[in-house]
């Protein structure tokens, strides 16, 4: 347990820039969220029939880009949390 008498840690202290950051990297993971439900639709499909559906190639570049998006979007809470507990 911890001691009594240590107060607790400081709340962190964010700018209006780092609120934005947040809020940009949460718009820029729904992109991927969207492409992940479309992924295990896909993934279920193909379980279900057996092959890969020929018009899937184009979608699996698009499902690539929109998981680099999101990626950028985990960067941008993970720099402005950091930031933060300066």
Known sequence: MSAPDSPPPP???YTGGQVAMILFGVIFLLPGLCS???VLGSLADFFRKGHIDPYLEPFV???LICFAISAVGVGMIVVARKRARR
């Open 36 to 38: 992940l439900f479309f």
């Open 61 to 63: 570049v698009l499902w």
């Open 11 to 13: 709340l962190p202290n």
